[in-house]
């Protein structure tokens, strides 16, 4: 099946998503006091003791995750495991399930942040709205169509 458009637009914002973890992640990991990220003061109210957990949990979920993905949505592999762990609903190729529950927890992720610090930085608004669109692309007719499972 030929792609639809909104795929390239979703892998798109998937990438700017695994940079903004990345970035984010290392930065957490180089410098655990957050004082690079100029965050070393929201740190006491945080249950963490540094920022390696977050930056560990940026890498992983929002950097190396989304990478996946986009290789998945465009690539197509046959992964016979990840089909039966995220293939829940038998009607989806596993990556757009995991897409789903990707901009899911990310939304969940920046819920927790609302509660713990606060909105104070442009990025987080910024995450929101691409978390937004990764959901609304994914949801789209045309990828919902490519994703159907087993592909055409």
Do not use: E, H
Not at 11 to 32: E, I, N, T, W
Not at 111 to 120: A, C, D, E, P, S
């Amino acid at each position: 099946m030929k792609r639809p458009f909104a795929l390239y637009w979703l892998c798109f914002f998937l990438l700017f998503l695994a940079f903004g973890g990345l970035y984010g992640g290392l930065a957490m990991l180089l410098d655990p006091s957050g004082a690079a990220l100029d965050m070393a003061g929201i740190l006491p109210p945080l249950p963490v003791p540094s920022f390696v957990l977050p930056g560990l949990f940026l890498l992983v979920v929002m950097a190396l995750t989304p990478i996946v993905l986009v290789y998945a949505l465009l690539a197509r592999p046959k992964w016979a495991w990840l089909q039966r762990w995220l293939g829940w609903n038998g009607r989806r190729y596993w990556a757009w399930n995991a897409t789903i529950l990707l901009s899911l927890i990310l939304a969940a992720w920046l819920v927790v942040q609302g509660l713990l610090i606060g909105f104070r930085w442009p990025i987080q608004y910024g995450t929101a709205v691409n978390g937004l669109l990764i959901l609304l692309l994914a949801l789209t007719p045309g990828v919902q169509q490519y994703a159907a499972y087993p592909s055409s």
